[in-house]
């Protein structure tokens, strides 16, 4: 852990220094908060939230973006079991209609079933797939 903290330490330092950007891909949610100024996350390859780092730790929106925050361990909260995202994964190669996350979606509606959400700003810097967030739900 030391030497990986050292790596990271390193490249934030050159990144201020050069005034660099780079993609930086992970699964650890604990190091991007560290590490990066913007945080896309991913499922089934699709992007359901981009945010600033701060706002989405703080504020997440997409309901796969809170499930995937609710499991990061803390000091705090040693008490708290982990809890896997309910419901199978699906296949990247045979992905449900509709929304992706729906069967694991906690706030599924029926129109998630049926209806791909667009990625859309809710925000200005903030961007999420999710037809919670649909602008107009009367239309469809």
């Known amino acids: 852990m030391r030497v990986h903290t050292a790596h990271n330490q390193h490249q934030l330092g050159a990144r201020?220094?050069?005034?660099?950007?780079y993609l930086f891909i992970s699964h650890d949610l604990l190091v991007v908060r560290h590490m990066a100024d913007r945080v896309a996350i991913m499922y089934l390859s699709k992007i359901v939230e981009l945010a600033p780092t701060a706002e989405l730790f703080a504020y997440p929106k997409h309901p796969y973006t809170r499930t995937l925050l609710e499991q990061i361990p803390s000091v705090r909260n040693r008490k708290r079991s982990f809890s896997a995202v309910k419901g199978e994964l699906p296949s990247p190669l045979n992905p449900p209609?509709?929304?992706?996350?729906h069967p694991r979606c906690p706030a599924a509606m029926p129109q998630c079933s049926v209806d791909a959400p667009q990625l859309q700003q809710i925000a200005p810097g903030r961007t999420v797939s999710c037809h919670l967030y649909d602008k107009d739900k009367t239309s469809t």
């Open 16 to 21: 201020r220094k050069r005034n660099l950007s």
């Open 97 to 101: 209609s509709g929304c992706p996350f």
